[in-house]
């Protein structure tokens, strides 16, 4: 059966439906991911100590956030002490000493960024594919692409000051006047495009991801819709395309997120102790930096925990946020039959 040669009539969903389904899927996204990031983070703080200055990137599964080591001694969540053999030893001495909320530390602060950020970027996307589609056809390929560019590129560019804020906030405790303070001070000294700095890394990777991401998405959710005989995807057939999809994006842009995250920790560095930026951080210059040292491998440096992360976090955001949706459906559906 073709989903395209006719069938049912399709019940859209508004986009404050659309919103509530993104922002149930990322917070499920972010409880399922989270506890992968903190073994690691865990991990990596045994086998090298943090010191207190030093930057380390947290994941909650939506966003790559960037954390600074503030407290001496072993207080922070990332400093206790566990003597962990590998993960599933860390994941069970983490929950038996610790207990089970310990798997989800630093994770509330993120979602302040986070779920703002995803419900724009969905929302957005599902909102310029239906206008697109209806102005130049349901069966043209290249709108997933437009779409998840622009959704992207938007989303990227409204929460970049916002997470550089909360990264100031986070390592230098201001209070509010301060941080009003910081930010004047910033932008009169170095303009307003100083908010966005560490941009162009970010764009660079989560744009292309975006596009490969929502082709290949409706690509295969389309093939297997019509495998099955189906007009709409099931939960399965959702999860499934966003697993793969993920996939197939996290590898083909990893040599961006491996500069991305040395751009940040870099940047991070040097505005810490006062010193002036220079040239050869540029995004370009830290790739050649990098192929030059480690070769052509080390743009692809931590392929596998990527695509551990990567995967399980499209495919849980993806069939939420789409279960989300065929709810609101059904539930509008009703509606229009009472009316």
């Known amino acids: 059966m073709d989903p395209e ?3 049912p009539q399709i019940i859209k969903v508004t986009p404050l439906q659309q919103m509530l389904a993104s922002c149930t899927g990322a917070i499920l996204t972010s409880l ?22 030093k930057c380390f990137v947290y994941s909650n599964g939506l966003m790559d956030h960037l954390c600074v080591c503030e407290e ?6 990332y400093k206790k002490p566990g003597c962990f053999r590998g993960t599933l030893d860390a994941f069970l001495k983490i929950i038996r000493n610790e207990g ?3 798997l989800w530390s630093g994770l509330p602060p993120t979602l302040v960024m986070a779920v703002p950020a995803t419900v724009i970027y969905f929302t957005c996307y599902d909102q310029l594919t239906d206008l697109l589609r209806r102005k130049f056809g349901e069966n043209q390929s290249y709108i997933p692409v437009v779409a998840g560019i622009v959704a992207r590129f938007g989303a990227v560019t409204v929460i970049s000051p916002l997470e550089l804020i909360r990264t100031n906030m986070q390592s230098k405790k201001f209070s509010y006047k301060e941080l009003h303070q910081f930010v004047s001070k910033r932008v009169s000294e170095d303009g307003w495009i100083s908010l966005w700095r560490g941009w162009a890394p970010t764009v660079l990777r989560d744009v292309p991801f975006s596009a490969m991401y929502w082709y290949n998405y409706e690509v295969l959710k389309k093939w297997l819709c019509e495998k099955s005989g189906l007009y709409e995807p099931t939960f399965i057939i959702s999860f499934t395309s966003g697993a793969l999809s993920g996939s197939f994006a996290a590898v083909a842009t990893l040599p961006f997120d491996v500069v991305k995250t040395q751009k940040q920790t870099q940047l991070w560095m040097y505005e810490s102790h006062k010193m002036s930026v220079p040239l050869h951080l540029s995004t370009w210059a830290i790739m ?8 052509f491998s ?3 440096t931590g392929l596998i925990p990527r695509l551990i992360k990567i995967a399980p976090a499209c495919a849980i955001m993806i069939s939420t946020y789409e279960f989300g949706k065929a709810f609101f459906q059904k539930q509008n559906a009703q509606k229009q039959q009472y009316q």
């Not at 991911?33 to 010191?51: E, G, H, M």
């Not at 050649?288 to 070769?295: D, E, L, Q, T």
């Open 5 to 7: 040669a006719g069938g």
């Open 32 to 53: 399922m991911v989270t506890p992968l990031d903190v073994v690691k983070i865990r991990l990596q703080a045994q086998n090298s100590p943090f010191s207190k200055g």
């Open 288 to 295: 050649k930096n990098i192929v030059a040292k480690n070769g």
């Open 72 to 77: 001496e001694g072993n207080k922070a969540w």
């Open 298 to 300: 080390g743009l692809f």
């Open 100 to 102: 089970m909320k310990s």
